[in-house]
């Protein structure tokens, strides 16, 4: 196993078991600092350990670039060579017995920081650090830095999914990690000592640094208490006005300053800020973040924005919009309600109202679902059916089985329902839909389960 690694696997809250892990094979690869100036090449041994080369780009030359390796297994076309060029300087090389999930190279200084995003995998080692006699300075478990598992990490069979964000400090010498709780933990190379970084560091990071660091500590800024925003605002306001600074950053010092109470809603250079960041000619990352975020700016002047994007966008950032719909909550409802009967509008616009009206959990949407479910097309009803069962209201079990008993375009996901909620009055309703289903599918098999399992209750 420890030839593996895992991606983040998002579970899912209703699911009473961790989800299954999805094994993805370790990638050789070779990784550049911040300059190209030093870059280190990683691969897998046989024996499933890590060999690495530390190197330090000659004078005279182009900076050295990132490149991927061959992924045993995958298709695709010849991967570029990630080899060291034999004519730069080889600092250190060597061996270690975890396969990391990520490699970062320091920029100033040789040194090499190996991190891993889950705690359960081979030696459960998260931060290592390697120096340029290639010995291991520091290594830690997540209960050194943290001394428990962080709030909020998601949970797989094998693993645990914590950190927002590692980067390395050239200046301080140090790893800089985010966990998923926001709490902070500084890591010295030296020493490997661990300590909490205040609330003034964090700001300074906040301005310098690689633009990955200062957007995960505007994000941790951003959810502080309201009475740290005295402390933060000249930081943040220095963001937001700075018209060099990347617009990602400036979008999160305008979220920051807006859920701290620094700013109005409305506020102009606020809503110029994002009215520049969501538009096309933006980084899809910087669109996907305006627009998720463009409620906490703009509040409900948001919605017909974001209405009108739901209908056209089908990339990635479709979702993003969907998150800036769910966070204006209550107040989108009444739109929301009439958005699933839209006819000139697509599919995924209306069965994606229903799916956001089932994230805000509002009680007077539950009429408006229960007709979509009954009247719409397949991926309307799946939509529908699902945000009724999340909203959950107090008849629902009995507004299912009348669903059921008629017929929807989607009884699956009713007979799914009742698999995990028997009850002796929806066996009438699914020996009705049991005729529907052909002897020998799925479907089929998912009614006579819950046959059976509501004729025992």
Not at 390 to 411: F, K, M, N, V, Y
């Amino acid at each position: 196993m420890r030839g593996l690694v895992l991606p983040i696997v998002v579970a899912c809250a209703a699911l009473a078991a961790p989800p299954r892990d999805e094994w993805e094979p370790f990638q050789d690869r070779r990784e550049v600092s911040a300059s190209g100036l030093r870059y280190a090449v990683v691969r897998e041994t046989r024996d499933f350990k890590l060999a690495y080369e530390l190197c330090r780009r000659r004078d005279g030359v182009a900076p050295m670039t990132a490149a991927p390796g061959p992924r045993r297994g995958w298709p695709g076309g010849e991967p570029p060579p990630i080899g060291r060029d034999p004519m730069d300087s080889l600092v250190v090389e060597g061996k270690l017995d975890q396969l990391p999930m990520q490699v970062h190279v320091a920029d100033t200084f040789d040194g090499l920081l190996l991190f891993d995003h889950y705690a359960s995998v081979g030696h459960g080692k998260i931060v290592r650090w390697i120096d340029d006699k290639g010995v291991l300075r520091a290594q830690h478990t997540l209960d050194d830095l943290f001394g428990r598992v962080p709030l909020g990490a998601r949970r797989t069979v094998s693993s645990i999914w914590w950190s927002r964000h590692v980067s390395i400090d050239d200046e301080r010498r140090t790893a800089v990690v985010v966990a998923c709780d926001d709490e902070l933990r500084e890591v010295a190379f030296g020493d490997g000592a661990i300590t909490t970084p205040g609330r003034a560091q964090v700001l300074a990071w906040c301005e310098r640094g690689p633009a990955s660091r200062r957007a995960a500590m505007l994000e941790v800024v951003g959810r502080w208490p309201a009475g740290a925003a005295d402390l933060a605002a000249p930081t943040l306001l220095r963001v937001l006005q700075g018209e060099d600074e990347d617009m990602a950053l400036r979008c999160r010092a305008a979220t920051a300053l807006r859920t701290l109470g620094s700013i109005p809603v409305g506020h102009d250079l606020a809503m110029d800020v994002f009215t520049r960041g969501r538009s096309r000619g933006q980084a899809t990352d910087t669109r996907g973040y305006a627009l998720a975020n463009l409620a906490l700016v703009a509040g409900d002047a948001a919605l017909p924005i974001l209405r009108e994007l739901l209908a056209t966008e089908k990339s990635t950032l479709w979702h993003d919009v969907s998150r800036g719909l769910v966070s204006l909550g209550p107040s989108a409802v009444p739109s929301l309600r009439e958005m699933m009967f839209e006819a000139d509008k697509p599919v995924h616009f209306r069965a994606g109202a229903a799916a956001i009206l089932g994230e805000i959990r509002d009680a007077r949407a539950v009429e408006s679902l229960l007709r979509a479910a009954a009247e719409g097309e397949e991926q309307l009803v799946n939509s529908a059916l699902n945000a009724v069962v999340a909203i959950a209201p107090p008849d629902l079990g009995e507004r299912l089985i009348s669903l059921l008993q008629a017929g929807t375009r989607d009884d699956a996901r009713i007979v799914l329902y009742f698999r995990s909620h028997p009850t002796p009055a929806a066996v009438s309703a699914l020996e009705v839909a049991a005729r529907r289903f052909a002897a020998g599918t799925t479907e089929r098999g998912w009614v006579d389960e819950a046959l059976a399992r509501c004729r025992k209750e």
